[in-house]
């Protein structure tokens, strides 16, 4: 079973910084991982992508967050960063680590974590 652990939320005033990671458990077990991404989902309001990165390098983000977040991937350790900078309070959310087309010698399905809160406020 293969687990995806956020980490790097928290609490950052505007025009602030924050560096997410997300990791993958049983690494030894994966083969291979299509596209990893974040999504976020503010309170009140459906769950929406904020940025991915395919299996070979392609980076899709948002219009929100355009020129603010990078995405970035480790290709040998599965796992997915996003720096964010210039933080306003309407990317105040809680955001989720995604994996598609993750395949083990077992299985081959997608994945989600369980979502760290980024709060932007002065």
């Known amino acids: 079973q293969v687990q995806l652990v956020e980490s790097g939320g928290g609490l950052v005033q505007p025009g602030g910084s924050l560096r997410l990671s997300c990791t993958t458990s049983a690494t030894g077990s994966i083969v291979h991982i299509d596209t990893m991404g974040w999504y976020r989902q503010a309170p009140g309001k459906e769950r929406e992508l904020v940025a991915n990165i395919s299996s070979i390098g392609r980076t899709n983000y948002a219009d929100a967050v355009k020129g603010r977040f990078t995405i970035s991937r480790d290709f040998f350790k599965h796992a997915v960063s996003l720096r964010m900078n210039s933080l306003k309070p309407d990317d105040t959310a809680v955001y989720y680590c995604?994996?598609?087309?993750?395949?083990?010698?077992?299985?081959?399905?997608?994945?989600w974590g369980q979502g760290t809160q980024v709060t932007v406020s002065s």
């Open positions: 995604n994996a598609v087309g993750v395949a083990t010698t077992t299985s081959y399905r997608d994945y």
